[in-house]
């Protein structure tokens, strides 16, 4: 054998007891499970690896992650490596780099900068899925990326493609161009569909045209994940939404950062788990992710109402600085409640900008929209626009309008898959970016008993697996993977914070994808193991 892993407490992914065993890896795969106790000889390796006191689970899955040009200019990536994170699922609320032409690319780019950056120092060398996951394999010279990934199409790039950014119904003819690029990027090795329904282009589709393009997917034995249309005024509306229509497509559910935000919601949590159980009883296929935290984290242009952002971010930029049409932004935004703040009116307070485009504009990082405006004696939305208009559209923010009881009752429940939204663009990001798994099983199932260990390990491994329908990942199985997590029970946690958001975690000692260790004693090797992971269709 390459490797023996003795004296391992193995959390196996299932939800069931640890127990102790030694752990036989082989070709990048588990070769043989030894329980202690159990008869014959011990397996023998090149090499052993004592693991008493240690955990052993399978590698973890960030069931939303944003990491698209990251895993393409980062060969290091231990904001996720070093978390235990072995796969990601990338192309997140409708919004990525393929499928594309020449123009949607431009335009994808200048609208998700504040995502991902603007992409200057990549080369953009594909147009479609198969394309996109074949760069990622290429990446490196040939050795690949730093942690596996799958992909979603993502759907408001799709509309962008066949439609550009017009606020009307898709024609037949535009309806059947989407279908096909659907069609195509699930061929080509897509896991599902992704849509951002409080973003523009993509929120301006309709059920019907949604439905359609979710009938695609379905037929691929892919799953729809939407960011849905409200997470604040009209959230559980939403949720339903999203549930009926996608039991009218046979199409598989999983949820995208599942949430009851905003005053609105305080406590509502049950109300969005009956609605979910209910339609679990009734045979629906749902999951859902979410992270540990309560603050989102966006960008500050997501905040307008749609209308202002029909067009593309040419044409917002124009909206902005045009003095009476920023006035009637700032109405629907203070006052009605844009749909892009769902359906809430917006309180500057709660705004805390964590990224800029634009480093002259690095002295508003780490503070709220209220509180700059308040130094520099304007209005809010004065600061705002300023931000916006200066930065080009790039800014990225905190949201803090989450409930932490909403938090802890979602997690616990038995479709809870972990997914950690993390934008790794800003002076100051969202510190679930580095911190969403052993903040899972740290603070969550160590210190407040939300769940058990092994419940929790089940949520982050072999339930966001199964989503994905991977057969040999996901459990600590005989010829699984081996993409393996060791990491300490007793002190494992999340180092990053909201002051110090890239701090790494402890308690992790080694991360092992395809059987080599990319965190071995603590540290990130040079070892770059990660490859695309595509589907396999029905």
Request: charged share 25%.
């Amino acid at each position: 054998m390459d490797l023996v892993i003795r004296d391992a407490r193995v959390i196996d992914g299932s939800g069931d007891p640890a127990i102790r065993a030694d752990v036989a890896l082989d070709g990048g795969r588990i070769a043989a499970i030894h329980p202690e106790g159990a008869p014959g000889p011990r397996p023998g390796a090149v090499r052993n690896l004592d693991a008493d006191g240690l955990a052993l689970s399978p590698g973890f899955i960030d069931m939303h992650a944003h990491s698209d040009l990251a895993l393409l200019r980062d060969p290091d990536h231990s904001a996720k490596a070093a978390q235990g994170v072995t796969l990601e699922v990338l192309g997140q609320d409708g919004l990525s780099y393929a499928p594309v032409d020449d123009r949607t690319l431009a335009e994808v780019r200048r609208s998700i900068a504040g995502w991902n950056g603007d992409g200057a120092d990549i080369d953009f060398d594909w147009r479609t899925v198969g394309g996109y996951l074949d760069r990622l394999d290429r990446n490196f010279g040939g050795q690949g990326i730093a942690v596996n990934a799958a992909y979603l199409i993502p759907q408001g790039t799709v509309r962008m493609y066949a439609l550009g950014w017009d606020d009307r119904p898709a024609t037949g003819a535009e309806l059947e161009r989407m279908r096909r690029l659907v069609a195509q990027g699930m061929e080509e090795g897509a896991v599902g569909m992704s849509s951002g329904l409080t973003y523009t282009p993509g929120m301006y589709a309709d059920d019907a045209e949604l439905t359609e393009l979710c009938r695609v997917v379905g037929s691929y034995g892919g799953y729809y994940c939407p960011h849905h249309r409200s997470y604040g005024a009209g959230a559980l509306e939403a949720y339903e939404e999203m549930v009926r229509l996608t039991r009218g497509a046979d199409c598989p559910l999983h949820l995208a950062h599942a949430t009851m935000n905003f005053g609105v919601n305080e406590g509502r949590a049950p109300d969005l788990l009956a609605l979910l159980d209910g339609a679990l009883a009734d045979g629906a296929d749902i999951s859902l992710d979410s992270y540990p935290y309560t603050p989102g984290c966006t960008t500050l242009v997501a905040m307008l109402p749609s209308w202002a952002s029909e067009g593309g971010p040419g044409r917002t930029l124009e909206r902005l600085a045009d003095p009476e049409t920023a006035e009637r932004v700032r109405h629907h935004m203070e006052v009605l409640g844009s749909d892009g703040c769902h359906g809430v009116p917006i309180e500057w307070d709660t705004i805390e900008i964590s990224g800029v485009s634009t480093p002259g504009l690095a002295g508003y990082v780490g503070r709220t929209v209220a509180g700059s405006a308040r130094a520099r004696g304007e209005e809010p939305w004065t600061t705002a626009r300023r931000l916006l208009t200066e930065d080009r559209l790039g800014t990225t923010i905190l949201q803090h309008v989450g409930h932490e009881e909403n938090v802890r009752q979602i997690m616990r429940h038995r479709v809870h898959t972990g997914g950690s939204d993390g934008i790794l663009q800003g002076d100051k990001p969202h510190p679930r970016a580095y911190g969403t798994f052993p903040q899972y099983l740290g603070r969550y199932a160590r210190e407040l008993g939300v769940m058990s260990l092994e419940e929790c390990v089940a949520h982050l491994t072999s339930r966001p697996a199964a989503r994905l329908r991977l057969p040999d990942r996901g459990l600590v199985r005989e010829g699984y993977r081996a993409d393996l997590v060791l990491f300490d029970p007793e002190t494992v946690a999340a180092g990053s914070t909201f002051e110090q958001p890239r701090t790494l975690p402890v308690g992790i000692p080694h991360v092992l994808i395809d059987g080599r260790f990319v965190i071995e004693d603590g540290r990130r090797t040079q070892v770059i193991a990660g490859r695309s992971v595509r589907s396999t269709h029905p």
